[in-house]
């Protein structure tokens, strides 16, 4: 027994032995071969883009327009021929080689309401919870609704009406608005939109940005990121203003929204 | 008092009689910070074609994936699980996203793209980043490269992301240089490892025969000074990433550590100890003798430059415990600007300017902390036992550091500059001493 039990630690010593000297081996004695350096990587042009070099970026309503057609002979556009399925009308295949076609984005001609989301019912759901938070269905807060309740029936729009339907707005549209993670620099940003609203709720096209503030030459990069949260709070189904009192639409059919994030961080 | 009751009155009437303002004006003043979700479809192929990386198929998944990582290891957004997305992206959707099935999922951003093989063999990978509610292209970006370099490709799609999104530079392509510790607390061997930000393509520079501390990056990114025990002598070295050679820095007589490269590269500080005293000398990389900044008993160390290379912070004992000092370049007025309780060691320069960051040591634990270039607004950053050695993003967004742990074991984590969105950082073995580059040209 107990010279079987040596021969086991022995063995195993010997083993022990033998990796650590192969280890250390590897370690200490070759030489580590120089790393090879990767290649730039270079900035090309893609699709419309006139160039990517990096350079003052366009704002939203410069990117995607047709200024550049006759301007970018290559082009790296989705070819429908190799798309299975009929493209949708909006990329109809053109002759090749189709010159550059920005994409504008798809004009609402009429207002429609927003389309609601619909919660997925499968597993993934419970893995993801964006699912969850974004698409329900829209409710307003408590807090919302004693506010419109107290709006008598029929009031007419003094100031205190006015003032008790800018809170219910602000109620909806604060949960969509993430005023972002930027320094001091960004927190001098104020947004002034202009929001015109269907009876359901339903925002008519896009948010008008009136006017911003607090814009230098250190921080124009965070006023495109505040115009962009402004209007994504609006667009934002999650924060629809479906549900605010009928009788006032005149209030708040057109509005102006203000986002100040100097006491947001 | 009767005619504040009056005056009141009238004020009170004449607000509520007061005829509809033109228009509402709503103020917003507060708001819900959480990360955005954000929606990486894999990359489609115009033409499925084979590189030696893998099909273009294969890469425009993986390239997705580097794309979502990168993007939810900043804390600021939220990549969607593809699981739930309700559409298949094709090439034709590149362009033209289907928005509502978009929104469907939840998904406030969408980044799409293509991965392409090019006549010369190269690859260009397109990468397309969209408002989803208000259907807006916010930027598009192609880039070219040897289809070895894909992941190269993804972070700078994934910077392009992170920058127009948030307004700051981005810091996904970057490497990072740290220190891998393998074996016993009394035999540690330490070797000069490289890898990317996230961790991938990990190698080793030293083969671990000599100890080392303290790499840290040139602005080329070229060459790395680090601190090296060779022949039993601590002296900075400066190792070519591109030829693996290995320099000495200058023929100093003394024990040298802790260099740091001026911002434009011609010059190194470090630390020297000659006669009872450490003080910090600058030496420009080239050659000549070295210059000394600081001549007050004591140890003068961790020198580090602001990133316009006009003065430098650094650490110092000479008032009895080891605080923070910030010195022109050429050594003139220095000034003590850290006042709290405990130690404070290892500061470093933001790349923005604005910061720097510093480990505090005190109340039973190494702490990472921030405070302004004046030494106002100092805030700690994370709470554990053994935190040191911070080293800046290239955006100066996050800071990365290493985590000891009692018995020896060390790791590298990241935290954002809020002080939230703590990460391990993936290493093989264990790791000290990270030092982050510039971004990748």
Redesign the interface.
């Known amino acids: 027994m107990t010279e079987n039990r040596a021969i086991l630690i022995a063995g195993a010593a010997h083993i022990a032995l033998f990796a650590g000297l192969s280890l250390s081996w590897s370690?200490?004695?070759?030489?580590?071969?120089?790393?090879v350096?990767?290649?730039?990587?270079?900035?090309?042009?893609?699709?419309d883009?006139p160039t990517?070099q990096e350079k003052p970026?366009p704002s939203?309503e410069a990117?995607?327009r047709e200024t550049v057609e006759e301007t970018q002979p290559e082009v790296?556009?989705?070819?429908?021929a190799?798309?299975?399925?009929p493209?949708?009308v909006?990329?109809a295949p053109r002759e090749a080689p189709p010159p550059p076609?920005p994409?504008s984005?798809?004009k609402k001609p009429d207002p429609k309401p927003v389309?609601k989301?619909?919660p997925?019912r499968d597993?993934?759901?419970l893995?993801?919870k964006?699912?969850q938070?974004?698409?329900r269905k829209t409710r307003p807060s408590d807090f919302a609704k004693s506010i419109e309740q107290a709006i008598p029936e029929g009031a007419?729009?003094?100031?205190?009406t006015?003032a008790t339907?800018?809170q219910a707005?602000?109620d909806r549209?604060?949960?969509?608005?993430?005023?972002?993670?930027?320094?001091p620099d960004?927190r001098s940003i104020k947004t002034l939109l202009r929001v015109r609203v269907q009876r359901d709720g339903t925002i008519i096209g896009?948010p008008e940005v009136l006017s911003q503030s607090g814009i230098g030459a250190g921080?124009a990069?965070?006023?495109?990121?505040?115009r962009?949260a402004?209007?994504?709070?609006v667009?934002?189904?999650?924060c629809s203003l479906a549900g605010l009192p009928p009788e006032l639409y005149d209030?708040?059919k057109?509005?102006?929204?203000?986002?100040?994030?100097?006491?947001?961080? | 008092m009767k005619s504040l009751i009056s005056a009141l009155s009238a004020l009170l009437i004449a607000?509520?009689?007061?005829?509809?303002?033109a228009?509402?004006?709503?103020?917003?003043?507060?708001?819900?910070?959480?990360p955005?979700?954000i929606a990486v479809p894999a990359f489609?192929t115009?033409?499925l074609a084979t590189t030696a990386a893998g099909d273009t198929a294969a890469l425009g998944r993986q390239v997705a994936e580097v794309v979502s990582n990168d993007l939810a290891s900043s804390g600021?957004f939220?990549p969607?699980?593809p699981?739930?997305f309700?559409t298949n992206v094709?090439?034709?959707?590149?362009?033209?996203p289907?928005f509502?099935s978009w929104?469907?999922?939840?998904a406030?951003a969408l980044v799409t793209g293509?991965v392409?093989v090019n006549g010369d063999g190269s690859i260009?990978v397109?990468?397309?980043l969209y408002?989803v509610?208000?259907?807006?292209?916010?930027?598009?970006?192609?880039?070219?490269?040897?289809p070895a370099?894909w992941r190269?490709?993804a972070h700078?799609c994934a910077d392009a992301v992170y920058?127009?999104?948030?307004?700051?530079s981005g810091y996904f392509?970057s490497r990072i240089v740290y220190v891998s510790e393998t074996g016993s607390q009394t035999k540690r061997?330490k070797r000069l490892a490289?890898m990317d930000q996230d961790g991938a393509n990990h190698?080793?520079?030293?083969?671990?025969?000599n100890l080392v501390l303290t790499p840290r990056f040139s602005p080329s990114q070229?060459t790395i000074a680090y601190m090296s025990f060779a022949q039993n002598r601590p002296r900075v070295y400066i190792y070519?990433?591109?030829?693996?050679q290995q320099t000495l820095v200058g023929n100093l007589p003394n024990m040298s550590f802790a260099p740091r490269f001026s911002p434009d590269g011609r010059f190194l500080v470090f630390s020297m100890a000659q006669g009872g005293n450490t003080d910090i000398y600058r030496m420009s990389v080239s050659g000549g003798a070295p210059q000394r900044l600081t001549s007050a008993p004591g140890i003068d160390t961790a020198p580090s430059y602001s990133p316009d290379g006009t003065k430098i912070v650094f650490e110092s004992d000479r008032g009895g415990t080891q605080q923070v000092y910030v010195m022109n370049a050429d050594g003139s007025d220095q000034r003590r600007i850290s006042f709290g309780s405990g130690r404070y060691a290892t500061p470093v320069w933001s790349p923005r300017g604005?910061l720097i960051a510093f480990t505090r040591m005190g109340g039973g634990g190494f702490r990472i902390g921030v405070m302004r270039a004046d030494g106002s607004g100092e805030r700690l950053l994370t709470d554990s036992w053994g935190d040191e050695g911070p080293t800046w993003s290239p955006n100066g967004r996050v800071v990365m550091f290493f985590r000891g742990q009692r018995g020896g074991r060390a790791a590298l984590w990241s935290v954002?500059l809020?002080g939230v969105n703590e990460r391990r950082v993936p290493t093989p073995l264990d790791g000290s001493d990270p030092a982050w580059s510039p971004l990748?040209?």
Do not use: H
Not at chain 2, 163 to 168: A, N, V
């Open positions: 370690l200490m004695s070759k030489d580590i071969a120089p790393i350096e990767p290649i730039p990587v270079e900035f090309v042009d893609i699709s883009v990517v970026k939203i990117a995607p790296v556009e989705p070819d429908p190799t798309e299975p399925t493209p949708p909006e990329v076609k994409k984005p798809p389309e989301p619909k997925k597993l993934s759901n893995i993801d964006s699912l938070d974004a698409p007419r729009l003094d100031a205190r006015m339907l800018a707005i602000r549209i604060y949960r969509c608005w993430d005023p972002g993670a930027g320094g960004a896009r921080n990069a965070y006023g495109r990121v505040a962009d402004a209007i994504r709070a667009m934002n189904p999650a209030g708040w057109d509005f102006e929204l203000n986002f100040d994030p100097s006491e947001t961080l | 607000i509520v009689a007061m005829p509809a303002a228009q509402l004006r709503v103020d917003i003043n507060a708001g819900i910070s959480k955005m979700p489609t115009p033409a600021l939220k969607i699980n699981s739930a309700t094709a090439y034709a959707d590149v362009l033209a289907r509502p929104r469907t999922v939840a406030q293509f392409q260009t397109g990468c397309y408002d509610f208000s259907e807006q292209i916010l930027a598009r970006e192609g880039f070219s490269t040897q370099f190269r490709a700078k920058s127009r999104l948030t307004g700051e392509d061997i490289i190698r080793f520079l030293t083969n671990g025969q070229q070519n990433i591109g030829t693996g604005d954002d809020t990748l040209p």
